[in-house]
């Protein structure tokens, strides 16, 4: 079955740190690629998606680029700010049935100190 | 993006009780409703995939007699924990998406259950 491994937690930086957060997967066919941000005492947000190999998700300065040969989807950004706090998720749909179901990861803490 | 209201967001509960979370897509019409339950330091788990007028798929393990979910209309899902004991609390999370294509799916805020 599909499944997503990230990388644990919790991650600790100050502030202007570059961060990545690893995430790999393993799917049949060819799954559609996401990272949901999720801030305290709220609900989960998109934060940036690819759908297809190659592709680079981008959004609020974080990137994340589909790389089918290693099956990652790591999710980087070059300035941290303290706002950035929140847990992140990488997910993948599978794309074998009509309703995409959304397969994630355990989630990274993140905590950005000023 | 579309905006998902889930309701309440937390609730506490005495055990042999039920309790309904409901979720709402508030400005599209959600033909497909999916719940989910995130356990601590934990991803989350995808409990059901419910499609409107239609009985919800339920994922393996996952009791359908004790998960209780109503999809009758496009902007309504409920989710009824039936006769509660603690092991059920959790945080539930449902999310909502419009089409059966590769679409966004819109996140509630969850619920957190405290059954005592």
């Known amino acids: 079955g599909n499944s997503v491994t990230q990388m644990e937690g919790p991650v600790t930086l100050s502030e202007e740190a570059f961060l990545t957060i690893n995430c790999t997967y393993t799917?049949?066919?060819?799954?559609?690629l996401f990272w949901y941000v999720q801030y305290p005492g709220e609900g989960l947000q998109l934060l940036l998606k690819a759908t297809k190999a190659d592709d680079k998700g981008s959004n609020k300065g974080f990137e994340a680029t589909y790389r089918k040969e290693t099956t990652s989807f790591h999710l980087e950004k070059g300035s941290v700010q303290v706002s950035d706090s929140a847990v992140y998720f990488c997910?993948?749909?599978?794309?074998?049935?009509?309703?995409?179901?959304?397969?994630f990861g355990k989630g990274t803490l993140l905590t950005v100190n000023p | 993006g579309a905006v998902v209201s889930q309701h309440p967001s937390r609730v506490i509960c005495k055990s042999g009780t039920s309790v309904k979370i409901e979720c709402r897509s508030l400005d599209f019409q959600a033909t497909t409703m999916f719940w989910y339950r995130q356990f601590p330091k934990k991803s989350l788990m995808l409990m059901a995939t419910s499609n409107e007028g239609s009985k919800a798929t339920y994922e393996q393990g996952v009791e359908k007699d004790k998960f209780l979910i109503n999809h009758a209309s496009l902007t309504l899902s409920t989710l009824t924990v039936t006769s509660a004991h603690p092991e059920d609390s959790s945080f539930y999370i449902c999310?909502?998406?419009?089409?059966?294509?590769?679409?966004?799916?819109?996140f509630g805020q969850g619920t957190r259950l405290t059954v005592v």
């Open positions: 997910a993948l749909s599978d794309p074998g049935g009509s309703n995409y179901k959304l397969t």
């Open positions: 999310s909502a998406k419009a089409g059966t294509a590769n679409t966004e799916a819109f």
């Open positions: 799917a049949t066919g060819y799954p559609s």
